[in-house]
């Protein structure tokens, strides 16, 4: 089993940023390297309440000198700590080279950093980041939740905005109540005994979704449910990655998936809605 | 005791203080008719920090008949003094014997004045032994490039290790390999310096020496105020890791680290003991050598009988449950004679003492375990040994130690039952 890859200069500050967005959710992530792409997963063993979040990046956007060797089918896939790989990453940052392997010293499996810093101080680094290897047959127990399609597709407001708005429902109520309806608007809601506080957008998107001809959607539909606060403001973290597009979909009496894509990255989470 | 301090030097002393207050928990000040001295030591006994202020430093620097004051003041308090030291101009140390505190004056802006009242108590310092001349290696640096070498290190990690040889500077975090081998999920970093940065650089033979990294942080934070270049000097694992650094001729610091001992010296079986008074002669003591011939040359300049050191030991008895492996004594008490305060004074070893990994146990458990410990030391004017009371009934009393001391609390107004006070002066 070999690996090793060499980091684009100027996406080691997106792949930071990757790595500290899904670090808000839960400190321990499976990764799984293909020959084609690196994949983030946090799945709902891992995490509280059953949030999960997928991400996935396209290889030759991040790196170079990509070269992944296993018997399974060339894929490999592992635990890691986010929070050493998130530290292991900010001694690359405005690193003159970057570039990482899988090793193993003394028996036990680590991904290894060097790093080398050039400029007011030269400086020679070596990161090494515990790893645990997962078999075939673990990572296949791992699988994206499969749900219907959902009821409605819609493109979520400006996050930066979107954080300050539920961050102040954060302290009113422990749910928070999404509506949306294909015309273009959403609705955030959330409840307590005293006070009742919605914030509603108008004039958004939906998604195309691309090969199909739009949609011919009856633009009355609607669908709405309740997620934890407290899950929902996680996914806001994402802003830092500055994405495209962000598509939220309400699957009635399931789940809120968002969807987060940049180029080639993207970031799934799949919140759990609560029913009452 | 009185003193002034101007303006220009507000935010060197206030960034002292800090530093200090990162490392221990009591501040020792002893002031002298030439130059204000604050020490502290860890809690764990393996950071030693002193500061010599000159009385240059000061605007205004006086004692009372030229009489010289000893005491300590908890470091708590002196931080809250100057968490926010922007606005103050002036600042005024004072020991008050009429109220029996130690006071902090502030003259802030805007005609606005703190006063701080801290409590203290007359007891002497707690001094280490080391020696500048000794070391074999020696480099100096700025502590920017330091930290910045550092700040890649996880917080997490308590040690550090520093290794160099003649061309090559590495950093590397230390982790504590269990001898069961349990897979460690810690970060390993390793950093390699460029020789080039470091003016000074000498090193007499290629060494590995691991210490912590707190402690070393707080120090090279408080390199930043200051600015100035910090010379570093040590030996091997097992002996102190000195760094020092001065402001012109106005102001000096001294800071000592122990360091581990190197494992693949000395004999085999490490001390995995933890009790120091049951176990006189075991010989996982720090550097020193298992013959017993050698430990005195290191302990002490002058040195005084087993008998005497054994007395000292029990008499030192500490309650807290860490502190018992070294037999050492609370903060307070000055437990055995202390080292005439020569700077120059024969190294002892340094122990990094880790009480929660009984694996590692450079603790002075030898005969003259405690005074292994380069926190403790002897005292020239000591001529007599005080009679040792029971151990558990001293815990954190004031003793007078030597003559002509007065301690700030009065034996006899003690509410306590443990009265026994060695207040004859030692021979």
């Known amino acids: ?276 | 005791m009185q003193c002034t301090i101007p303006s220009k030097y507000i935010k060197l002393f206030a960034k002292s203080i800090q530093c200090l207050a990162k490392v221990g928990e009591d501040l020792y000040i002893h002031a002298t008719r030439k130059e204000l001295v604050l020490r502290t030591l860890n809690s764990s006994r393996v950071a030693f920090f002193a500061f010599f202020l000159n009385q240059k430093f000061f605007d205004h620097y006086e004692l009372d008949e030229n009489n010289e004051r000893k005491f300590a003041v908890k470091l708590k308090s002196c931080q809250a003094v100057f968490r926010q030291f922007d606005t103050v101009e002036q600042c005024e140390l004072r020991l008050d014997d009429v109220e029996d505190r130690f006071v902090f004056t502030l003259t802030c802006k805007h005609g606005i004045r703190k006063v701080y009242k801290l409590t203290y108590e007359e007891v002497d310092p707690v001094l280490a032994l080391y020696n500048k001349d000794e070391a074999t290696n020696t480099m100096q640096f700025h502590s920017k490039k330091m930290l910045e070498a550092v700040s890649n290190f996880q917080n997490s990690n308590t040690e550090i290790s520093l290794f160099v040889a003649k061309n090559a500077i590495t950093l590397q975090s230390h982790s504590e390999e269990t001898v069961t081998q349990q897979k460690t999920r810690e970060l390993k970093t390793k950093l390699t310096l460029d020789v080039a940065d470091f003016e000074g650089f000498h090193v007499g033979l290629d060494t590995s020496i691991t210490f912590c990294m707190k402690e070393f942080k707080a120090m090279l934070a408080f390199g930043d105020a200051a600015g100035q270049p910090l010379k570093m000097s040590f030996e091997r694992g097992g002996r102190p890791l000195l760094i020092t650094t001065n402001y012109f001729d106005l102001f000096s610091a001294d800071f000592v680290l122990a360091t581990l001992i190197d494992n693949s010296s000395q004999s085999g079986d490490s001390s995995r003991d933890t009790d120091t008074k049951s176990t006189p002669n075991s010989n996982g003591c720090s550097n020193i050598t298992p013959q017993s011939s050698k430990r005195s040359s290191y302990l002490s300049p002058e040195p005084t009988t087993p008998l005497s050191r054994r007395e000292l030991l029990s008499e030192v008895a500490s309650p807290s449950p860490y502190v018992q492996r070294y037999s050492g004594d609370s903060a307070y008490s000055s437990g055995g004679p202390i080292v005439s305060s020569s700077p120059s004074v024969i190294t002892s070893g340094s122990n990094s003492i880790r009480p929660d990994s009984p694996q590692q146990q450079y603790h002075p458990s030898s005969v003259n375990g405690t005074y292994n410990n380069v926190y403790q030391g002897y005292d020239d004017d000591d001529d007599e040994v005080p009679p040792s009371p029971p151990p558990d009934e001293r815990p954190n009393k004031v003793q007078r130690r030597e003559d002509g001391y007065r301690s700030h609390v009065p034996m006899d107004e003690e509410d306590d039952d443990d009265e026994e006070v060695p207040s004859s002066a030692p021979q």
């Open chain 1, 1 to 276: 089993m070999r690996f090793k890859a060499r980091v684009l200069p100027d996406k080691a500050t997106l792949f930071q940023r990757v790595v500290s967005t899904v670090l808000q959710i839960s400190k321990e992530c499976v990764i799984h390297l293909t020959q084609t792409k690196m994949q983030f997963i946090l799945a709902a063993e891992i995490t509280e309440g059953g949030m999960q979040v997928w991400s996935g990046i396209a290889s030759n956007c991040l790196f170079e000198d990509y070269a992944i060797e296993s018997l399974n089918n060339n894929e490999i896939a592992f635990e890691i700590s986010l929070d050493h790989l998130q530290r292991a990453l900010k001694s690359g940052q405005d690193a003159s080279e970057m570039l990482f392997k899988l090793v193993k010293k003394n028996g036990v499996p680590y991904l290894s950093f060097v790093i080398e810093k050039q400029g007011q101080q030269t400086m020679s680094i070596v990161q090494d980041v515990p790893i645990s290897m997962l078999t075939q047959v673990q990572f296949s127990s791992y699988i994206e939740p499969h749900l219907p399609d959902p009821d409605v597709q819609i493109m979520m407001p400006p996050l930066k905005i979107l954080r300050n708005v539920i961050d102040k429902m954060k302290n009113v109520g422990e749910y928070l109540s999404i509506w949306a309806n294909m015309a273009g608007e959403i609705r955030f809601k959330v409840e307590s005994d005293m006070v009742t506080i919605q914030t509603s957008y108008r004039n958004l998107d939906h998604p195309q979704i691309e090969g199909k001809s739009p949609p011919r959607v009856n633009p009355e539909l609607e669908a709405e449910g309740k997620v934890r606060v407290k899950q929902f403001s996680k996914f806001l973290y994402s802003y830092q990655v500055l994405p495209n597009n962000v598509v939220c979909c309400i699957v009635e009496g399931k789940a809120v998936v968002i969807h987060i894509l940049l180029d080639d990255l993207y970031m799934t989470y799949y919140i759990p809605m609560v029913v009452l």
